[in-house]
């Protein structure tokens, strides 16, 4: 007994002085947190902005699992927030201390609208400063970018891609049916094929249509951008597209795609020029675009607030995760700028492909609250479709990209059921209920014909309120409305002919249009939304460190990465009557 007593004293000192390293090492990790000294701009700095990144159109507040998971990883998201790049760039276009921006790398994932908003920030730049742009491989959404600078490098072992666009979904029907999962489906809008990955194994000819039209219109305008940067003729570069797709560098410059071919030191050669140095010195000065994004510009001066909200990623019932838009957290939000008599005006920034029409529907409700005592103006992203249009149409003005994804009116329901293959399994259930209706979202058999009408009827309804509400907010007879939805996705540039949206622009013109109906030009400043201190996210980010660069994606990433946003859809899935407003397709340009 001695002994034990002994040992178990020894044990529990033990773990006292353990318990009190790990509080000293946690309050000494918070101090370095709150100490960390501030980065500052060199003289005569070059901006680098590595593009391998992914755009969002806010700064993602990642859960704390997120934030722990990237912290043991040692890899961040890679991430950077639109509207930080572009108000950097302008910020350094006017500061002394840069001297030119070098743009490089890969883009991980872009909308072409987001891309277009960007490369107008690089072009109001390069009408101050020099932008140099260097590259292995340019890809299409790449050279986007960087067709327009000063001078465009390429690697003498590089290639570009210049082969048009593609969008190739993947299709579970017939592995669905194979392995005894079984959906049932409930839709209305011809178009509205969000549903066919799960019941087919291929597109429906109006989703091919729509499909074709959208990414004809994507590609005429990166055609006509590009031609213009590099002096040709949209023709000649789809004659490109036709006859030759991948480039090396030889054949590049003589096409006069790009300027120069040197290799990566020659480049580093030219960007010590710019900051004033010689080819022998080992560096040069240099800040990153998020670094210096991260540095405070000048003190807020206008008079007037007009707040920015975000909604980027799928529509979701309840708070939702980082990457979604949680119904009743953006309702929240907006309900809060409506009763802040401070904030002048609002403007609500749309990145969705849609989802549940029920979040959809409160969200909705909140924006028209909104516009009754305040300017409400609409921004949209490169996704604004089916509930991301249910929560943009009441706006006061609509804004969007002429490469926008937006338009899809139309609702859906999916009713999947695992009857089958749990059967196959030995795996039955049986029930008990009080009524035949008593449980019609069950996964365990599928949807007798009573609940089908049912479901369906619930459906019908829905589309029609939402043509009623597009009908009602955009001043359109029903009829016209029923024409132009049926689940159809439309870009920006048909939208804007169909009387969808109001005006072609991006973010910073609708604040410009927010601040004139508040009548506040040129005296206000922007406020994003309030986020509570979590000091434990902050401290998990610190141990994260500097993102390490992962290797570059290839083909069988991207074909696992089709999968899992699959699966990421169907999870995503949570509205309580199992009605969804989204966009009918998975568009992954190539």
């Known amino acids: 007994m001695k002994d034990f007593f002994k040992s178990f004293f020894a044990a529990l000192l033990a773990l006292m002085v353990a318990g009190g390293l790990a509080v000293f090492l946690f309050f000494g990790l918070l101090a370095a947190v709150g100490s960390s000294g501030k980065p500052t701009v060199p003289t005569k700095a070059v901006l680098i902005f590595d593009l391998d990144t992914s755009l969002s159109d806010g700064d993602r507040d990642p859960e704390p699992s997120e934030a722990l998971s990237e912290a043991l990883g040692g890899a961040g998201s890679h991430s950077q927030a639109l509207p930080a790049a572009i108000e950097a760039l302008d910020r350094a276009a006017a500061d002394s201390r ?44 790449d050279f986007y970018l960087a067709a327009g600078a000063t001078t465009v490098f390429m690697n003498p072992f590089g290639e570009m891609e210049l082969n048009g666009l593609a969008s190739e979904p993947m299709f579970f029907g017939e592995a669905f049916k194979k392995y005894g999962v079984e959906v049932q489906v409930t839709r209305v809008g011809k178009y509205k094929s969000a549903v066919e990955p799960f019941i087919t194994d291929r597109m429906s000819e109006p989703n091919r249509e729509q499909v074709q039209k959208l990414l004809d219109d994507i590609w005429s305008e990166w055609k006509e951008t590009v031609a213009k940067d590099r002096k040709k003729a949209p023709a000649d570069l ?20 790009i300027d120069r071919i040197a290799p990566y030191d020659e480049v580093l050669d030219e960007l010590k020029k710019l900051a004033g140095k010689q080819s022998k010195d080992k560096d040069f000065p240099q800040i990153t675009l998020a670094t210096y994004a991260g540095i405070p510009g000048e003190a807020k001066t206008g008079k007037t607030r007009i707040a920015v909200v975000v909604a980027e990623g799928e529509i979701v019932d309840g708070e939702g995760k980082s990457t979604q838009v949680g119904g009743e957290r953006l309702s929240r939000e907006l309900r809060r700028l409506r009763l802040d008599e401070r904030v002048k005006a609002v403007v609500l920034r749309v990145n969705s492909p849609g989802g549940s029409a029920s979040a959809s529907e409160l ?61 196959e399994h030995g795996i039955t259930w049986d029930s008990v209920q009080t009524a035949k209706l008593a449980n019609p979202m069950t996964l365990t058999r599928p949807k007798n014909d009573l609940e089908l009408t049912r479901i369906q009827g619930l459906v019908d309804r829905i589309y029609e309120q939402f043509v009623a509400k597009v009908a009602d907010s955009r001043k359109m007879k029903k009829e016209a409305v029923h024409e132009i939805a049926q689940g159809r996705v439309w870009s920006g540039q048909e939208a804007l002919k169909l009387g969808l949206v109001d005006e072609i622009g991006g973010l910073g013109a609708a604040v410009k249009h927010a601040a004139t109906m508040a009548k506040a030009d040129g005296d206000y400043y922007l406020v994003g939304p309030e986020r509570e201190q979590d000091t434990l996210k902050e401290l998990l980010k610190s141990l994260g460190g500097k993102p390490r660069k992962l290797a570059k994606p290839g083909p069988v990433d991207a074909l696992a990465g089709g999968l899992l946003r699959q699966v990421d859809l169907l999870t995503s899935l949570n509205d309580p009557r199992g009605v969804y407003a989204r966009l009918p397709f998975d568009l992954d340009l190539k």
Do not use: C
Request: net charge positive.
């Open 98 to 141: 840069i001297t030119a921006l070098f743009l490089t790398g890969n883009l991980q994932g872009a909308g072409p609208a987001q891309l277009r908003e960007l490369r107008e920030a690089i072009q109001r730049f390069k009408a101050k400063k020099p932008v140099l742009a260097y590259n292995l491989g340019w890809a299409k959404r």
């Open 238 to 257: 789809q004659a490109i597209a036709d006859e030759r797709g991948l480039i090396e560098a030889d054949e590049a410059k003589k096409l006069g795609l």
């Open 363 to 423: 969200i909705q409700r909140e924006v028209i609250l909104t516009k009754k005592v305040k300017p409400l103006v609409v921004s949209m992203g490169h996704l604004a479709a089916s509930g991301g249009y249910w929560i943009s149409t009441y706006g006061d003005r609509i804004f969007a990209e002429p490469s926008t994804i937006t338009g899809s009116i139309g609702v859906f329901g999916l009713l999947p059921n695992v009857k089958k293959l749990a059967n």
